[in-house]
């Protein structure tokens, strides 16, 4: 099994910043992937962004530009940098790794518990 802990939400007015993190723990796994998505009231969950092993990154056009997903691969960790907030940025936002434990045969999904950023106008 694998155990995400978020880190980093809260509360920002317009145009400012904040950064999420994510660590992961837990059985021996290797990770595919490594991303964030996002759910605001009302609405679907959506991807924000994610990293692929590899290095392959994609973005969702809404925040191309503003936010960025780094990794520490030793550390299996990920951030998310997200720059100039906008209102429209609020959710709660979610870690998600894709794993491979150890004596697994197939990829799993795992999720963080979510983090509130709130951006004010």
């Known amino acids: 099994q694998v155990q995400l802990v978020e880190s980093g939400g809260g509360l920002v007015q317009a145009g400012g910043s904040l950064r999420l993190s994510c660590a992961a723990s837990g059985s021996t796994f290797s990770i595919n992937a490594m991303g964030w998505y996002r759910q605001a009231p009302g609405k679907q969950r959506e991807l924000v962004a994610r990293s692929r092993s590899g290095g392959r990154t994609n973005y969702a056009d809404s925040v191309k530009g503003r936010f960025t997903i780094l990794r520490d691969n030793a550390k299996k960790i990920v951030y998310l940098q997200m720059n100039s907030l906008k209102p429209e940025d609020t959710a709660v936002y979610y870690c998600?790794?894709?794993?491979?434990?150890?004596?697994?045969?197939?990829?799993?999904?795992?999720w963080g518990q979510g983090t509130q950023v709130t951006v004010s106008s």
């Open positions: 998600q790794v894709e794993a491979l434990v150890s004596g697994s045969y197939y990829t799993t999904d795992y």
